[in-house]
C-alpha cells in the first residue's frame, strides 16, 4: 500500500535538545511539506519541497531545519532554539507541488516537552 | 496572500440533522478550495476541493460544498448527519496565480471546526 509514514508516533525533548521527526512516502510524490498543528490554531507550514535537495521556508521556519536528500524522505529537525515545540506534527506530499494538487499526510507525530 | 476564516470553531448537531459547516476565504484572484477532515490523532483526508470546474463539488461520506464567488464562501453541507462524521474539519485555499511564482506554491487552512454528533 502506498502512503506516507511519520515516526515516531510520540517524541519526547529535553531542554536544549535537537531531535529529528521522519518522514516518508512511497507515492512517487515529488513535493513534500512539514505542518505544526496547535489547537484552535489550524495547520502551519514549516518547511516544503517541490525538488530534492532543494526546500523553502514556510511560514515559521525559526527554529527548525530540514534535508531532502532522497525523494522519498524529508525529515524535520526541531532545534533547541524552537522555545515552545511542543505541538502536533504533519507531514504531507503532492505530485508535483502544484496548488491545485490533493496533498496526502501522514498519521503525525506529537512532540512532547520534558 | 489569500486567507481562509471558518466561522464556530464548534459546531453540535444532532444524528440525522443537517450539517452545514461555513468557510469564507480572502483571495485576488479565484482561488482553488479545499475541505479536509481529521479525526483524532491521525492526519487530514481530502474531503473535496474546487479547482474552478462546477461550482458544487460532490466529496466523500455524502459531503459537499459549493463555491460562492459573490459571497466569497464554500460552505461545507451533508444532508444527514452520522455518528462517524464527528471529527474536526478544515478548510483551505490556494492561489492559482502563485503557480508560476516560485515559492508561492501554498495551502492556507483555515483554524478548522470540531463537528459533534448528538445521538
Known amino acids: 500500500d502506498g502512503g506516507i509514514t511519520q515516526s515516531p508516533k510520540y517524541l519526547f525533548r529535553k531542554e536544549g535538545q535537537n531531535v529529528t521527526l521522519s518522514c516518508e512516502q512511497n507515492?512517487?510524490?515529488?513535493?513534500m511539506y512539514w505542518y505544526r498543528q496547535d489547537p484552535g490554531q489550524g495547520l502551519r507550514l514549516i518547511y516544503y519541497?517541490?525538488?530534492?535537495?532543494?526546500?523553502q521556508k514556510g511560514d515559521i521556519a525559526e527554529g527548525y531545519s530540514v534535508s531532502r536528500e532522497k525523494k522519498e524522505s524529508f525529515p524535520l529537525t526541531v532545534t533547541s532554539a524552537q522555545k515552545n515545540p511542543t505541538a502536533f506534527y504533519l507531514c504531507?506530499?503532492?505530485?508535483?507541488?502544484?496548488?491545485?494538487?490533493?496533498?496526502?499526510f501522514g498519521p503525525g507525530t506529537r512532540l512532547l516537552v520534558l | 496572500a489569500q486567507s481562509v476564516t471558518q466561522l464556530g470553531s464548534h459546531v453540535s448537531v444532532s444524528e440525522g440533522a443537517l450539517v452545514l459547516l461555513r468557510c469564507n476565504y480572502s483571495?485576488?484572484?479565484?482561488?482553488?478550495l479545499f475541505w479536509y477532515v481529521q479525526y483524532p490523532n491521525q492526519g487530514l483526508q481530502l474531503l473535496l476541493k474546487?479547482?474552478?470546474?462546477?461550482?458544487l463539488v460532490k466529496g466523500i461520506n455524502g459531503f459537499e460544498a459549493e463555491f460562492k464567488k459573490s459571497e466569497t464562501s464554500f460552505h461545507l453541507t451533508k444532508p444527514s448527519a452520522h455518528m462517524r462524521d464527528a471529527a474536526e474539519y478544515f478548510c483551505?485555499?490556494?492561489?492559482?496565480?502563485?503557480?508560476?511564482?516560485?515559492?508561492?506554491?501554498?495551502?492556507?487552512f483555515g483554524t478548522g471546526t470540531r463537528l459533534t454528533i448528538i445521538p
Open positions: 483571495s485576488s484572484v479565484p482561488p482553488y
Open positions: 483551505a485555499v490556494s492561489d492559482p496565480g502563485s503557480a508560476s511564482n516560485f515559492g508561492n506554491e501554498k495551502l492556507t
Open positions: 504531507a506530499s503532492t505530485i508535483t507541488g502544484g496548488v491545485q494538487e490533493t496533498q496526502y
Open positions: 474546487y479547482t474552478s470546474a462546477a461550482t
Open positions: 507515492l512517487n510524490h515529488d513535493a
Open positions: 519541497s517541490q525538488i530534492v535537495n532543494d526546500f
